[in-house]
């Protein structure tokens, strides 16, 4: 290995580091990161966890906020090829209104449930200081298309005319309580609850006429 360096995204990667590595050490955070939080897991405890020296995990991230930065970007690329691919069949079989707002609401809510560890480790980044302006101006270019895709939505009058900020409080929102309070043992998450539970996100963000509306 040599002393040279690329840039890869918001951290720094030495040239002849192995990919596998490195996803081990990501893995690793995502695990602990979740089981602990986000403040109580230690570079050490992620070295150990991944079976990597701990110095052999310095040369893939420079420090612990480099770390969930990068694991951030990569959380959220999975989810973003997750519902990609729901929303692409929806597409192609002409769902619109409601119809389409479920392809898309039930593809977000499935993979938050599914991956309760990714779910977790969102939800903790966000509600901290931890990610730098770099991997936030990465979050807004993933999100450039479906920010246009809800504009062009809102226009057609397929929306409310809502701020997005509360467009996606009132779509998300509930799929992180939900998420939260499986993971507490509080409630099953049925079919039913999540029908139950689309029809209020229909009523606030659907115009009247598409709150009932099938098609």
Same mark, same amino acid.
């Not at 692409?88 to 079989?93: I, Q, T």
């Not at 509930?174 to 609850?193: H, K, N, S, W, Y």
């Not at 689309?198 to 098609?215: A, H, I, M, N």
């Given at each position: 290995?040599?002393?040279?360096?690329?840039?890869?995204?918001?951290? #720094?990667?030495?040239?002849?580091?192995?990919?596998?590595?490195?996803?081990?050490?990501?893995?690793?955070?995502? *695990?602990?990161?979740?089981?602990?939080?986000?403040?109580?897991?230690?570079?050490?405890?992620?070295? *150990?966890?991944?079976?990597?020296?701990?110095?052999?995990?310095?040369? &893939?991230?420079?420090?612990?906020?480099?770390?969930?930065?990068?694991? &951030?970007?990569?959380?959220?690329?999975?989810?973003?090829?997750?519902?990609?691919?729901?929303?692409?069949?929806?597409?192609?079989?002409?769902?619109?209104?409601?119809?389409?707002?479920?392809?898309?609401?039930?593809?977000?809510?499935?993979?938050?449930?599914?991956?309760?560890?990714?779910?977790?480790?969102?939800?903790?980044?966000?509600?901290?200081?931890?990610? #730098?302006?770099?991997?936030?101006?990465?979050?807004?270019?993933?999100?450039?298309?479906?920010?246009?895709?809800?504009?062009?939505?809102?226009?057609?009058?397929?929306?409310?005319?809502?701020?997005?900020?509360?467009?996606?409080?009132?779509?998300?929102?509930?799929?992180?309580?939900?998420?939260?309070?499986?993971?507490?043992?509080?409630?099953?998450?049925?079919?039913?609850?999540?029908?139950?539970?689309?029809?209020?996100?229909?009523?606030?963000?659907?115009?009247?006429?598409?709150?009932?509306?099938?098609?």
């Amino acid at each position: 290995m040599t002393d040279a360096t690329i840039e890869h995204g918001p951290t #720094t990667t030495h040239i002849g580091a192995s990919p596998d590595k490195r996803q081990a050490i990501l893995a690793a955070a995502l *695990r602990l990161i979740a089981r602990l939080g986000l403040h109580a897991a230690p570079m050490s405890a992620v070295a *150990r966890d991944a079976g990597v020296a701990a110095g052999t995990l310095y040369l &893939y991230f420079p420090s612990k906020e480099a770390m969930i930065n990068a694991l &951030y970007l990569e959380v959220l690329e999975d989810r973003d090829r997750s519902m990609a691919a729901d929303a692409e069949g929806a597409r192609k079989e002409g769902a619109i209104g409601r119809a389409g707002l479920w392809a898309f609401w039930h593809g977000l809510a499935r993979w938050h449930l599914d991956h309760p560890d990714a779910s977790s480790f969102l939800w903790q980044c966000k509600s901290s200081a931890i990610l #730098t302006e770099e991997t936030r101006d990465g979050e807004r270019r993933m999100n450039a298309e479906g920010l246009a895709n809800f504009e062009q939505a809102v226009a057609a009058g397929r929306l409310r005319d809502l701020p997005l900020q509360v467009f996606w409080a009132l779509v998300a929102g509930p799929i992180f309580l939900l998420a939260q309070m499986r993971d507490a043992g509080e409630m099953e998450i049925t079919d039913d609850v999540l029908r139950t539970t689309f029809d209020g996100v229909c009523r606030s963000v659907l115009p009247e006429r598409d709150v009932t509306t099938q098609g």
